[in-house]
Antibody, heavy 116, light 106 residues
Protein backbone atom coordinates (compact mmCIF):
# COMPACT_ATOMS: atom_id res chain seq x y z
CA UNK A 1 0.00 0.00 0.00
CA UNK A 2 1.07 3.57 -0.59
CA UNK A 3 2.70 5.22 2.41
CA UNK A 4 4.59 8.38 3.17
CA UNK A 5 6.48 7.97 6.43
CA UNK A 6 8.06 11.05 7.93
CA UNK A 7 10.79 11.39 10.51
CA UNK A 8 10.16 12.10 14.17
CA UNK A 9 9.45 15.28 16.14
CA UNK A 10 12.18 17.87 16.55
CA UNK A 11 12.98 20.37 19.31
CA UNK A 12 15.37 23.08 18.21
CA UNK A 13 16.69 26.44 19.38
CA UNK A 14 16.37 29.63 17.34
CA UNK A 15 19.16 29.84 14.77
CA UNK A 16 19.61 26.09 14.48
CA UNK A 17 18.76 23.96 11.45
CA UNK A 18 16.52 20.95 11.02
CA UNK A 19 16.15 18.32 8.32
CA UNK A 20 12.89 16.40 7.93
CA UNK A 21 12.54 13.30 5.78
CA UNK A 22 9.61 11.76 3.95
CA UNK A 23 10.06 8.18 2.76
CA UNK A 24 7.67 6.94 0.10
CA UNK A 25 6.72 3.35 -0.55
CA UNK A 26 4.15 1.43 -2.56
CA UNK A 27 4.56 3.35 -5.80
CA UNK A 28 7.20 4.58 -8.24
CA UNK A 29 8.69 7.57 -6.45
CA UNK A 30 9.63 9.50 -9.56
CA UNK A 31 6.14 9.31 -11.07
CA UNK A 32 4.63 11.86 -8.67
CA UNK A 33 5.65 15.28 -7.43
CA UNK A 34 6.14 15.76 -3.72
CA UNK A 35 4.76 18.84 -2.04
CA UNK A 36 5.31 20.29 1.42
CA UNK A 37 2.62 21.88 3.59
CA UNK A 38 3.00 23.78 6.87
CA UNK A 39 0.45 23.83 9.66
CA UNK A 40 1.15 26.14 12.58
CA UNK A 41 -0.46 25.16 15.91
CA UNK A 42 -4.22 25.65 15.72
CA UNK A 43 -3.99 27.08 12.22
CA UNK A 44 -4.80 26.00 8.67
CA UNK A 45 -2.76 24.49 5.86
CA UNK A 46 -0.16 26.55 4.02
CA UNK A 47 1.47 25.34 0.84
CA UNK A 48 5.26 25.63 0.94
CA UNK A 49 6.24 24.39 -2.50
CA UNK A 50 7.17 21.21 -4.28
CA UNK A 51 9.95 19.18 -5.77
CA UNK A 52 9.95 17.40 -9.10
CA UNK A 53 10.95 13.90 -8.07
CA UNK A 54 12.15 13.08 -11.58
CA UNK A 55 14.45 16.06 -12.15
CA UNK A 56 15.03 17.16 -8.57
CA UNK A 57 14.02 20.74 -9.36
CA UNK A 58 12.43 22.50 -6.38
CA UNK A 59 9.85 25.29 -6.49
CA UNK A 60 9.22 27.44 -3.42
CA UNK A 61 6.22 29.51 -2.43
CA UNK A 62 7.13 33.16 -1.89
CA UNK A 63 6.99 32.88 1.91
CA UNK A 64 9.42 29.96 1.86
CA UNK A 65 12.26 31.29 -0.25
CA UNK A 66 15.67 31.58 1.36
CA UNK A 67 15.81 29.39 4.48
CA UNK A 68 13.96 26.37 3.13
CA UNK A 69 15.47 23.69 0.91
CA UNK A 70 13.74 20.71 -0.68
CA UNK A 71 15.96 17.82 -1.73
CA UNK A 72 15.80 14.18 -2.73
CA UNK A 73 17.46 10.89 -2.04
CA UNK A 74 15.82 9.33 -5.07
CA UNK A 75 17.55 6.00 -4.64
CA UNK A 76 15.89 5.78 -1.23
CA UNK A 77 12.52 7.16 -2.43
CA UNK A 78 12.92 9.95 0.09
CA UNK A 79 12.18 13.65 -0.04
CA UNK A 80 13.73 16.01 2.48
CA UNK A 81 12.93 19.45 3.85
CA UNK A 82 15.70 21.43 5.48
CA UNK A 83 15.05 24.65 7.38
CA UNK A 84 17.99 26.79 8.40
CA UNK A 85 18.26 29.68 10.89
CA UNK A 86 15.10 28.53 12.65
CA UNK A 87 12.74 31.17 14.05
CA UNK A 88 9.97 30.88 16.62
CA UNK A 89 7.39 31.21 13.83
CA UNK A 90 8.73 28.02 12.22
CA UNK A 91 7.10 26.08 15.06
CA UNK A 92 4.61 23.95 13.17
CA UNK A 93 3.79 20.53 11.80
CA UNK A 94 5.25 19.91 8.38
CA UNK A 95 3.55 17.49 6.02
CA UNK A 96 4.78 15.95 2.81
CA UNK A 97 2.04 15.12 0.32
CA UNK A 98 2.05 13.24 -2.96
CA UNK A 99 0.52 15.22 -5.77
CA UNK A 100 -1.47 14.10 -8.82
CA UNK A 101 -3.87 16.94 -9.65
CA UNK A 102 -4.63 16.88 -5.92
CA UNK A 103 -2.86 15.77 -2.74
CA UNK A 104 -3.86 12.15 -2.59
CA UNK A 105 -1.51 10.79 0.09
CA UNK A 106 -0.04 12.60 3.05
CA UNK A 107 2.71 11.83 5.51
CA UNK A 108 1.85 11.73 9.19
CA UNK A 109 3.50 15.08 9.76
CA UNK A 110 6.57 16.20 11.73
CA UNK A 111 6.16 18.56 14.65
CA UNK A 112 9.03 21.03 14.79
CA UNK A 113 9.23 23.11 17.96
CA UNK A 114 11.55 26.10 18.05
CA UNK A 115 12.16 27.36 21.55
CA UNK A 116 15.04 28.86 23.48
CA UNK B 1 -2.98 34.07 -5.96
CA UNK B 2 -6.48 32.66 -5.74
CA UNK B 3 -7.90 33.19 -2.26
CA UNK B 4 -10.40 30.61 -1.01
CA UNK B 5 -12.94 31.79 1.57
CA UNK B 6 -14.76 29.08 3.48
CA UNK B 7 -17.97 29.48 5.41
CA UNK B 8 -18.91 28.92 8.06
CA UNK B 9 -15.69 28.95 10.09
CA UNK B 10 -17.26 26.62 12.61
CA UNK B 11 -20.58 24.86 12.75
CA UNK B 12 -22.32 22.43 15.05
CA UNK B 13 -24.96 19.96 14.00
CA UNK B 14 -26.91 17.09 15.50
CA UNK B 15 -26.67 13.56 14.12
CA UNK B 16 -28.96 13.20 11.14
CA UNK B 17 -28.90 16.87 10.16
CA UNK B 18 -27.80 18.13 6.77
CA UNK B 19 -24.66 20.29 6.66
CA UNK B 20 -23.35 22.45 3.84
CA UNK B 21 -19.86 23.96 3.75
CA UNK B 22 -19.11 26.52 1.07
CA UNK B 23 -15.88 27.66 -0.52
CA UNK B 24 -15.72 30.85 -2.55
CA UNK B 25 -12.76 31.49 -4.84
CA UNK B 26 -11.48 34.99 -5.61
CA UNK B 27 -11.18 33.98 -9.27
CA UNK B 28 -12.68 31.19 -11.30
CA UNK B 29 -11.20 27.72 -10.80
CA UNK B 30 -11.77 24.55 -12.80
CA UNK B 31 -12.03 22.12 -9.91
CA UNK B 32 -12.17 22.13 -6.15
CA UNK B 33 -10.78 19.49 -3.86
CA UNK B 34 -11.71 18.88 -0.22
CA UNK B 35 -9.75 17.38 2.64
CA UNK B 36 -10.83 16.10 6.04
CA UNK B 37 -8.53 16.55 9.01
CA UNK B 38 -9.20 15.15 12.44
CA UNK B 39 -7.40 16.44 15.50
CA UNK B 40 -3.79 15.30 15.65
CA UNK B 41 -3.94 13.58 12.26
CA UNK B 42 -2.83 14.44 8.76
CA UNK B 43 -5.36 15.67 6.19
CA UNK B 44 -7.08 13.08 4.02
CA UNK B 45 -8.25 13.60 0.46
CA UNK B 46 -12.04 13.56 0.78
CA UNK B 47 -13.57 14.90 -2.43
CA UNK B 48 -11.61 15.54 -5.62
CA UNK B 49 -12.43 17.16 -8.94
CA UNK B 50 -15.35 18.99 -7.28
CA UNK B 51 -17.66 15.99 -6.90
CA UNK B 52 -15.75 12.68 -6.86
CA UNK B 53 -15.55 10.88 -3.53
CA UNK B 54 -12.14 9.58 -2.49
CA UNK B 55 -11.81 5.92 -1.68
CA UNK B 56 -13.68 4.96 1.46
CA UNK B 57 -15.66 8.18 1.78
CA UNK B 58 -19.30 7.52 2.70
CA UNK B 59 -21.88 8.46 0.09
CA UNK B 60 -23.64 10.80 2.51
CA UNK B 61 -20.93 13.22 1.37
CA UNK B 62 -21.21 15.04 -1.93
CA UNK B 63 -19.56 17.96 -3.67
CA UNK B 64 -20.76 20.44 -6.22
CA UNK B 65 -20.03 23.80 -7.74
CA UNK B 66 -18.35 25.62 -10.56
CA UNK B 67 -16.53 28.84 -11.30
CA UNK B 68 -16.04 30.64 -8.00
CA UNK B 69 -18.53 28.83 -5.77
CA UNK B 70 -18.22 25.29 -4.46
CA UNK B 71 -19.87 23.24 -1.73
CA UNK B 72 -19.31 20.14 0.36
CA UNK B 73 -22.59 18.66 1.56
CA UNK B 74 -23.24 16.03 4.19
CA UNK B 75 -26.78 14.73 3.79
CA UNK B 76 -27.14 13.19 7.24
CA UNK B 77 -24.30 13.86 9.59
CA UNK B 78 -22.81 11.15 11.80
CA UNK B 79 -20.57 11.46 14.86
CA UNK B 80 -17.52 10.29 12.92
CA UNK B 81 -17.84 13.31 10.60
CA UNK B 82 -16.62 15.71 13.30
CA UNK B 83 -13.46 17.20 11.79
CA UNK B 84 -12.08 20.23 10.01
CA UNK B 85 -12.69 20.40 6.27
CA UNK B 86 -10.45 22.34 3.89
CA UNK B 87 -11.07 23.25 0.27
CA UNK B 88 -8.10 23.51 -2.11
CA UNK B 89 -7.55 24.64 -5.70
CA UNK B 90 -4.73 24.06 -8.15
CA UNK B 91 -6.22 25.74 -11.23
CA UNK B 92 -3.82 28.62 -10.79
CA UNK B 93 -0.42 28.77 -9.13
CA UNK B 94 0.24 28.70 -6.29
CA UNK B 95 -2.06 26.01 -4.93
CA UNK B 96 -4.12 27.47 -2.11
CA UNK B 97 -6.23 26.16 0.72
CA UNK B 98 -9.24 27.62 2.42
CA UNK B 99 -8.92 28.47 6.10
CA UNK B 100 -10.98 25.46 7.09
CA UNK B 101 -14.42 24.74 8.52
CA UNK B 102 -14.58 23.04 11.88
CA UNK B 103 -17.57 20.74 12.13
CA UNK B 104 -18.69 19.76 15.60
CA UNK B 105 -21.41 17.36 16.67
CA UNK B 106 -24.01 18.50 19.17
Amino acid sequence: QIQLVQSGPELKKPGESVKISCKASGYTFTDYAMHWVKQAPGKGLKWMGWINTYTGKPTYADDFKGRFVFSLEASASTANLQISNLKNEDTATYFCARYWEYFDYWGQGVMVTVSS
Amino acid sequence: ETVLTQSPTTTAASPGEKVTITCHASSSVSYMHWYQQKSGASPKLWIYDTSKLASGVPNRFSGSGSGTSYSLIISSIETEDAATYYCQQKSSDPPTFGAGTKLELK
